[in-house]
C-alpha cells in the first residue's frame, strides 16, 4: 500500500527566506507527483504536477523535483513571503489507477 | 479553476439520518472524486466515478454511496449519517490523461 510522508508537519520562517518542503513515499510506481496548496477554510489549489518521467517542475518561486528511485521529492519556495503561508501537501498517482494518495501536509508560516 | 460547486457548504444533522452532498462541474472532466479530510488523516479517497454511471470505491467506502447520471454531476450520500462521519467533505476532479486534480470549496458536514 503506498503511504505518503511529509515532514516536517509545521515550519515557520523569517520573510525572504529560501525554504524546502519534503515529501516521501514508499512505493516508487508511480505515475505522477502533485503538490497543492491549502489555505484554511478553503480546497487545494494544484501548484505543480510532475511525471514519472520528469526531474523537476518549476512555477514562478516554486520548484518542484522528483526522485523515484528513492522515493523522494522537495518543494523549493524562494524568496518566501507571508502571503505563502498555507498548508501544502503532495501526492502521488498510483500507476494506472487515476487516484491520489495524500501526505498530510507541511503548514507552512511566514512571519513578516 | 474548473468551475467546481459543492452544496451544501455546511450542514448539521442528526445521527441516522440521511445526507446528499453535491458536486456539480463546468469543465466536461471526465473523473471525479469524492475525498474526506480529517484531522490526523489527511485527505482520504471515497469513491471516484470515470464516467457516467461508472463509480468505483475508494480506501473510505463504507457508509457512503455516489451516484453520476450526467457528466457534471456526482452525488455522495450517506445513508445513514454517524458521528464519524463528521467531516469536511471535498470533490475534485480530472480530464484524465495529465492528472491534475482540481478540488472545490469543501462542504462540512457535522453529525449530532
Known amino acids: 500500500k503506498q503511504e505518503v510522508t511529509q515532514i516536517p508537519a509545521a515550519l515557520s520562517v523569517p520573510e525572504g527566506e529560501n525554504l524546502v518542503l519534503n515529501c516521501s513515499f514508499t512505493?516508487?510506481?508511480?505515475?505522477?507527483l502533485q503538490w497543492f496548496r491549502q489555505d484554511p477554510g478553503k480546497g487545494l489549489t494544484s501548484l505543480l504536477l510532475?511525471?514519472?518521467?520528469?526531474r523537476e517542475q518549476t512555477s514562478g518561486r516554486l520548484n518542484a523535483s522528483l526522485d523515484k528511485s528513492s522515493g523522494r521529492s522537495t518543494l523549493y519556495i524562494a524568496a518566501s513571503q507571508p502571503g505563502d503561508s498555507a498548508t501544502y501537501l503532495c501526492?502521488?498517482?498510483?500507476?494506472?489507477?487515476?487516484?491520489?494518495?495524500f501526505g498530510q501536509g507541511t503548514r507552512l508560516t511566514i512571519n513578516p | 479553476d474548473a468551475g467546481i460547486t459543492q452544496s451544501p457548504r455546511h450542514k448539521v444533522t442528526e445521527t441516522g439520518t440521511p445526507v446528499t452532498l453535491r458536486c456539480h462541474q463546468t469543465e466536461n472532466h471526465r473523473y471525479m472524486y469524492w475525498y474526506r479530510q480529517d484531522p490526523g488523516h489527511g485527505l482520504r479517497l471515497i469513491h471516484y466515478?470515470?464516467?457516467?454511471?461508472?463509480?468505483d470505491k475508494g480506501e473510505v467506502s463504507d457508509g457512503y454511496s455516489v451516484s453520476r447520471s450526467k457528466t457534471e454531476d456526482f452525488l455522495l450520500t450517506l445513508e445513514s449519517a454517524t458521528s464519524s462521519q463528521t467531516s469536511v467533505y471535498f470533490c475534485a476532479t480530472n480530464r484524465g490523461g495529465t492528472g491534475e486534480l482540481f478540488f472545490g470549496e469543501g462542504s462540512r458536514l457535522t453529525v449530532l
Open positions: 512505493d516508487s510506481a508511480i505515475y505522477n
Open positions: 466515478s470515470y464516467g457516467v454511471k461508472d463509480t
Open positions: 501526492a502521488v498517482e498510483v500507476e494506472g489507477a487515476q487516484k491520489l494518495v
Open positions: 510532475i511525471q514519472s518521467s520528469q
